[in-house]
């Protein structure tokens, strides 16, 4: 199961996951590419559980109407 299709199961609105090296390690998978397109499709995500990072996201979306990202800078 895609990682948007649970979200749209269970109702949720953004997420936030253990990334590093887990989804590397076990699936292949490059986390940060993930973590972009869930945002850009309105579906604010973030690594390393970073769940005030998601809400940070998730309020400037709802604010904005349109996708937010947080960056390191």
């Known amino acids: 199961m895609m990682l948007s299709e649970w979200m749209a199961r269970l ?12 989804l590397q390690q076990n699936y292949g998978v490059n986390c940060c590419t993930i973590m972009s397109m869930m945002s850009e ?3 604010p995500s973030a690594c390393e559980v970073d769940v005030a990072g998601t ?3 998730y309020a400037l979306q ?10 390191d800078i």
């Open 41 to 43: 499709t309105l579906m």
């Open 55 to 57: 809400v940070a996201m």
């Open 62 to 71: 709802l604010a904005s109407g349109v996708a937010s990202a947080l960056v």
């Open 11 to 22: 109702d949720l609105d953004a997420s936030a996951v253990q990334c590093w090296s887990s």
